[in-house]
């Protein structure tokens, strides 16, 4: 495929938003300068704290005519292998501030789950984790070995953070949740501070402007914790994609509508951390006037992306990119194939594009069964 023109990649849906409104000072404001700063400041000073590469995909840029793509690796993230590891842990921190001997808790997916697990070690602190009947043995493992007692739940990812408000409330613990719900803004707001990091860092990566940028969203705390980055950081603002499974469209659909809309999931994506029905309260002042576009994919192309990555289709590097690194990709190709949709968005020779590898292989055993998979769709 490195040398065809066309992949035959097609959008699920797409929608422009009727209400766009970059208004960089609105932005920041919503979690305050001082969060975002602070949130650089305290990560980049932690010890193996490294800059996560940026790549770019040279094949892919030749072969879909644009001036550079640029990949953010965050496989590299420290060792927990996803941009994840940014927010959990630095809400940790902050949450600890001015208190002894607290004990944390959190429901998780599992990602979100080993940041905080991971922040909790770091500083010698109790953590509890809460976890639904769904989640791996694999992801729960890697949160045990970061020294959290793991509680199952029964049902679904709601009744596990049902269940640690509860116990959480009963015992006197902090709960560190990346999800916004009324009167618990403040931890939400600091893991997206810790999320700009990656924006931060971007900028002194490159001299390029970026133009268009291709943001994934579960929840939006990711794809707002960016656009934060973009506010305080980027001299231009880019044109903002968003990508959501099309089962889970949750900021697509709130956007078209233009205030919150809730999806009911009928079947859940191979995209996990992506899988929400709701978008979250904070994220969502940031998303509703800073988006352009908001795309959705089906899980089609997720395995042989992951394979793609892996074996240089893209540019010389091995790259390990997990289920949630590769919606960027697959939307900015399904874009280009859409001659219309490409001119809208400007998206031409002159184009520096940024994608999000979120994850590398976060769930080693789902991780090896796509990528045998996406190889076979290859012949490879
Ligand atoms: C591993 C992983 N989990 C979850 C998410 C979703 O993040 P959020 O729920 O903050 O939108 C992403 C990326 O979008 C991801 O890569």
Redesign the pocket.
Same mark, same amino acid.
């Given at each position: 495929m490195g040398n065809s023109k066309n992949f035959g990649w097609k959008l699920s849906r797409y929608i422009f938003n009727k209400n766009f409104n970059f208004n960089r000072q609105n932005i920041i404001n919503v979690c305050g300068e001082k969060n975002i700063i602070d949130a650089y400041k305290k990560i980049s000073g932690w010890k193996d704290y490294n800059t996560t590469p940026l790549i770019e995909l040279k094949k892919l840029s030749d072969n879909l005519k644009l001036k550079n793509i640029f990949y953010k690796d965050e496989s590299k993230r420290f060792h927990l292998k $996803?941009?994840?590891a940014l927010g959990g842990a630095y809400a940790v921190e902050r949450v600890k501030e001015g208190k002894k001997n607290i004990t944390v808790s959190t429901a998780t *997916?599992g990602?979100?789950g080993r940041s905080v697990a991971w922040g909790a070690q770091r500083l010698g602190l109790k953590c509890k984790i809460f976890i639904s009947e769904y989640v791996s043995d694999a992801r729960a493992e890697e949160m045990r070995k970061l020294g959290a007692e793991i509680i199952r739940v029964k049902g679904n990812y709601e009744k596990s953070l049902e269940e640690c408000i509860n116990q959480s409330n009963k015992n006197g613990w902090e709960i560190v949740q990346?999800?916004a719900w009324e009167n618990y803004e403040n931890v939400p707001k600091l893991t997206m501070g810790g999320?700009s990091v990656m924006i931060k860092e971007i900028s002194n990566q490159t001299d390029q402007y970026i133009t268009h940028i291709f943001?994934? *969203? /579960?929840? &939006? /705390? !990711? *794809?707002s /914790?960016a656009i934060l980055g973009v506010a305080q950081y980027f001299k231009r603002i880019p044109k903002i994609i968003i990508v959501e499974p099309e089962n889970a469209d949750c900021v697509l659909q709130s956007v078209d509508k233009g205030s919150l809309q809730k999806v009911n999931i009928k079947k859940e994506s191979i !995209? &996990? &951390?992506?899988s %929400?029905g709701e978008v $979250?309260l904070v +994220?969502w002042k940031i998303l509703k006037n800073s988006v352009n576009l908001c795309t959705s994919i089906s899980d089609k192309n997720v395995a042989k992306t992951i394979a793609m990555l892996k074996n240089n289709y893209f540019c010389e590097k091995n790259i390990i990119g &997990?289920e %949630? *690194?590769t +919606?960027g990709i697959i939307s900015l190709i399904s874009v280009c194939e859409n001659q219309d949709l490409k001119n809208k968005i400007s998206l031409d020779e002159n184009s520096n594009v940024l994608v999000?590898g %979120?994850?590398g292989d976060?769930d080693e055993i789902l991780y090896k069964k796509l990528l045998d998979d996406g190889k076979k769709e290859l012949g490879i």
């Open positions: $996803s941009f994840k *997916a990602n979100h990346d999800v999320y943001l994934q *969203a /579960g929840v &939006g /705390g !990711m *794809a /914790g !995209m &996990g &951390g992506m %929400c $979250s +994220p &997990g %949630c *690194a +919606p999000i %979120c994850e976060a």
